[in-house]
């Protein structure tokens, strides 16, 4: 539970070590430190006017396969006098996305398949008219949005475009939205939900998950007609990853949803569907539009037919629309894209020369050429298609290619191995800047880092041994002494959570401030829960989640001391240490797996422990059954509480049934498709069971009378006897006593 250390100010710091000026090359830095002042040569996106902009970074906020976001504030902003680009002043704050992500294996990916889809570099990082032509569509869409939605503020602004030379990647200022995802929404039948077009708002649970379901829809059906079908993917529900794309805005009078995201990560290849609705598209794509791969091809007469349908609204932006046109040209042309330009580039000298500079953008971003080089490769020829050939050849190709590309970097490898001073200077440079990597990741803490940046040779020690395992393996090598520390730490806090009521109360309260903070709860309904936590039940499921915690080793000691019996019998009947080792490791799995172990059964006793001390079965209705379940056990008390705590239960549920959501990489995202079925599966479903939970056990009897008692014919006394004990004790038990038990008073 310690919380992983982090140094922002260490990172800026190494930054500065990695970017050595006695150096050749520089180490560029993989993504900005909170604080960090960006000033850019910013171009209008309408009107296209250029000025000057200084962004402070405010806070890191991720980033998929497209890039990577910030929320930025405008520190300065120096546009030609007379001129303005509405929506942009200093003081604001805006989203800024630099089209470049901050994970390598994302870069690895994105990059490769956009390199089959269209045999290019991914444009919209390096060809400046596929990054003006994606932003004139938000605007666009922004514009139809009030065709369609009757407001603009469904679609966020797009006010300017940059190119961040740190990065080497465009990037792009857009609106700040305030909001949140989605509220998980109580909900006592789910099913309503099925017929999501037509079902009235106020008839179901689900009201905002619906509005969301609706305006996503809308939104692809309206970038259709636009001529943007590729566009839309980004909003298509199916795709399980669209719906973090849409925000419910809390910064508008109307509270309405908002479309973010523009900007697509990864081509859509054939072969190669990545999500259950990528199917439908790729037949689509094929049979209605024929085209083999997408990501955002568009059709411009088709959009000029919506706009002359709608001239109006279009009236003031026609310089946009032409300079999309112009835009989205040089954009197509700077890539080979065989599966649309077919033959084409043998024969069209003109497009040859476009796609040879298309490439060359390409190489250049990636650092393997200079300017001076780079003037050579655009006229093409031998030079061009050997420099080019390299690029297939792994590893090998890209150094050749490095050293004959860039001047600076052949100074920089003679320099390595003539001068000692360089060579030191270089490998402090680079541990700075692979340093950074391993603290952001948790490898090294600060004073670790500081010690292994302050001695290069430790670092590659270390880099080329230990350093190649997983984080976690690392570090315990690394500092056996922080495991120890963690475990140490982990039953420090079982034993203040246990011992302490203060302490309980403000874990309690931490979660609920997160909670808040989140958008998982309201201000009321924040405050609500703070002013109960005095409250009977609440202290009581306090001291039971104390109970949980101190379970979670339970069922570990027990299952390693059983393995090691078990092994042991092995061993002794004459097994080999092969077997008796199986043996162990099958022993320790199978704990994990059941259902019930031993850490659950402790719980789901104490709980009965309660209802028996207390005299109160109705209290604890709900939870003692699921109490001893494992995994589910934690819920047992939120969902209990249901009826008298309707909001805290709704966000205690919330926040572990999605916490588990989250590990999973892409579909598990805040906000993703899968967190809404997790949280329907811990909370909505559940509650349904509940309220039919007399039918679901008079079912389950039956079902018991129905394959037991067939069974009874033909088998042995003994087998009778067992046979009864089970269909009593499993099947008819549950309802003939313990229903009427449990229910009793209610
Ligand atoms: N304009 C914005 N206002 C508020 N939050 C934003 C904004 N843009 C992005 N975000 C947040 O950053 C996340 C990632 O942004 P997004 O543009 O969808 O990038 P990607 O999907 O490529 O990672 C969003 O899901 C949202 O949480
Ligand atoms: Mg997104």
């Known amino acids: 539970m310690a919380k992983k250390e982090y140094s922002s100010k260490l990172c800026k ?31 209008g996106v309408f009107p296209a006017i250029e000025g000057k902009a200084e962004l402070t970074v405010d806070k890191f906020l991720g980033g998929g396969f497209a890039g990577q976001v910030y929320r930025c504030r405008l520190t300065d902003l120096e546009l030609p006098s007379g001129g303005g680009i509405p929506g942009l002043e200093t003081g604001k704050l805006y989203a800024i ?47 139809a949005s009030l065709v369609k939605f009757g407001r603009e503020t469904a679609v966020k602004d797009a006010y300017a475009s940059f190119w961040d030379s740190n990065l080497n990647a465009y990037g792009e200022i ?32 689900s009201p905002e998950y619906i509005d969301k379901r609706r305006f996503m829809a809308g939104m692809v059906e309206l970038m259709h007609d636009m001529g943007a079908p590729e566009f839309a993917r980004q909003y298509e529900w199916s795709t399980m990853k669209s719906q973090p794309n849409c925000m419910k805005r809390s910064d508008t009078e109307d509270g309405g949803l908002c479309a973010i995201d523009f900007r697509a990560g990864l081509a859509l290849l054939p072969w190669l569907p990545m999500s259950p609705g990528d199917f439908k598209l790729i037949l689509d794509g094929l049979f209605k539009r024929h085209s083999l791969v997408q990501f955002d091809r568009c059709d411009l007469s088709r959009l000029e037919v919506y706009v002359a349908q709608h001239p109006d609204v279009f009236s003031d932006v026609r310089p946009m629309i032409d300079e999309l046109k112009i835009q989205d040209r040089i954009y197509r042309r700077s890539l080979l894209d065989i599966t649309h330009h077919g033959l084409r580039p043998i024969f069209d000298r003109e497009l040859q020369r476009d796609i040879i500079a298309g490439l060359v953008e390409g190489y250049a971003a ?92 430790l670092f590659f020690i270390e880099r080329f041994t230990i350093g190649l ?117 099958g022993i320790v799995a199978l704990f994990q797996v059941t259902p019930i172990s031993p850490g659950s059964l402790c719980r789901g006793f104490y709980v009965v422990y309660l209802m028996i001390r207390e005299r109160n079965w109705r209290d604890y209705l709900v939870a003692a059954p699921l109490s001893f379940v494992k995994y589910i056990g934690y819920l047992a008390f939120p969902l209990q509480m249901t009826t008298t705590y309707p909001h ?39 509650q349904i069971f509940g309220r039919h939970i007399k039918s679901v056990l008079t079912a389950w009897m039956l079902l018991g009378m129905a394959i037991i008692l067939p069974a009874l014919f033909g088998v042995t006394t003994k087998g009778w006897v067992g046979l009864m004990i089970a269909l009593i004790a499993v099947f008819i038990f549950p309802r003939m006593i313990f229903f009427p038990l449990l229910s009793r008073g209610k």
């Open 648 to 686: 805290l239960a709704r966000f205690l549920v919330s926040r572990r049934a999605t916490a588990v959501v989250h590990i999973i990489p892409v579909f598990g995202e805040h906000g993703a498709l899968m967190e809404h079925w997790v949280f329907d599966l811990f909370f909505n479903v559940p």
């Open 13 to 43: 710091e190494l930054t500065r070590l990695a970017e050595d000026p006695k150096l050749n090359v520089r180490h560029r830095p993989i993504r900005y430190e909170n604080g960090t002042v960006l000033p850019v040569e910013i171009t």
């Open 97 to 143: 996305k630099i089209v470049i992500p901050p994970s390598s294996f994302s870069r690895w990916f994105r990059n490769t398949t956009y390199w089959l889809a269209f045999q290019g570099p991914f444009s919209s990082q390096v060809n400046l008219g596929a990054c003006r032509a994606g932003l004139a569509w938000q605007k666009l869409v922004r514009r």
């Open 469 to 585: 395992l997983p984080v976690g393996l690392h570090c315990f090598c690394a500092r056996p002494i922080i495991a120890w520390n963690g475990f140490v730490g982990f039953f420090k806090f079982i034993y203040d959570f246990a011992s302490d009521e203060a302490f309980r109360e403000q874990w309690f309260l931490d979660q609920v401030i997160e909670g808040e903070k989140d958008g998982m709860l309201s201000k009321e309904e924040h405050d609500h829960i703070v002013s109960i936590i005095k409250e009977p039940f609440i202290v009581k499921y306090l001291k039971s989640m104390a109970v949980h915690f101190c379970t979670i080793p339970v069922t570990q000691i027990v299952s390693v001391v059983t393995g090691g019996f078990i092994a042991a019998y092995v061993l002794s009947k004459g097994g080999s240490k092969a077997e008796a080792s199986l043996a162990f490791a």
């Open 174 to 205: 857009t609106e700040w939205v305030e909001g949140r995802m989605w509220k998980l929404e109580a909900d006592g039948d789910i099913t309503k939900r099925f017929d999501w077009r037509n079902v009235p708002l106020a008839d179901t649970g």
């Open 366 to 457: 990636d650092d393997l050429v200079d300017e001076v080089f780079a003037e050579k490769l655009r006229k093409g020829g031998l030079r061009f298609a050997l420099f080019h050939l390299l690029g297939a050849v792994p590893i090998l190709g890209k150094m050749v290619r490095q050293r004959w590309g860039s001047r600076a970097f052949r100074k920089h490898m003679l320099s390595l191995f003539t001068k000692p001073t360089y060579f030191k200077a270089a490998l402090k440079a680079r541990a700075a800047h692979d340093l950074i990597g391993w603290h952001r990741a948790g490898r090294t803490n600060e004073v670790r880092t500081r010690k292994l940046a302050a001695a290069p040779g």
